[in-house]
């Protein structure tokens, strides 16, 4: 009897010795600054691709740049975030997986004066509020809450959004 169990041990072994692990990359939350305009202390709107993958490797997609004709970027679907390297700005949604410096996220129109001041430059259903780094864009769903925001290091005049 010990024999067979022996035996059934070492098969059991050899069967296991050839069997991948695969380990699911894990990321640390995403805390968005949004007066300073970074991720995380470390990741800003012009942070390259090699970098946002190392800091966060549970990307579920990324789009290689070319010469600033698509959309280049990092993409984290399940936490609602995305980097695009082409073109140098950071768009967080309305299901953000993350920490927001400031709660903008479901948060009135009318209520941001206090926390960002006036719009440099206000739309139906979007404002654009200069900062110290660039442009922060807020959009606004038909009840007049927040439900995405961009933010760039680039100006107004001269940001490029993808669709």
């Known amino acids: 009897m010990k024999i067979i169990?022996?035996?059934?041990?070492?098969?059991f072994s050899i069967h296991l010795s050839f069997a991948q692990l695969k380990v699911t990359p894990t990321c640390p939350t995403f805390i968005v600054d949004v007066l300073e305009g970074t991720v995380n202390e470390?990741?800003?709107?012009?942070?390259g691709m090699a970098e946002i993958e190392k800091k966060f490797p549970c990307f579920s997609s990324a789009k290689?740049?070319?010469n600033g004709s698509t959309c280049g970027g990092v993409f984290y679907k399940d936490k609602d975030i995305s980097f695009y390297t082409e073109?140098?700005?950071i768009e967080v949604g309305e299901?953000?997986?993350g920490k927001l410096s400031i709660p903008l996220m479901g948060a009135s129109r009318n209520?941001?004066?206090?926390?960002l001041g006036n719009p440099k430059i206000k739309d139906v259903s979007w404002d654009?509020?200069?900062t110290k780094y660039g442009i922060l864009i807020l959009y606004y769903n038909k009840a007049g809450k927040i439900n995405k925001l961009q933010f760039s290091n680039r100006g107004a005049e001269s940001i490029k959004l993808c669709e």
């Not at 470390?42 to 942070?47: D, E, I, M, R, W």
């Open 5 to 11: 169990l022996i035996m059934f041990a070492g098969v």
């Open 42 to 47: 470390s990741l800003f709107t012009y942070s």
């Open 64 to 66: 290689e740049e070319t």
């Open 87 to 89: 073109r140098d700005y």
């Open 95 to 97: 299901h953000f997986k």
């Open 111 to 115: 209520s941001l004066f206090s926390q």
């Open 128 to 130: 654009a509020y200069q």
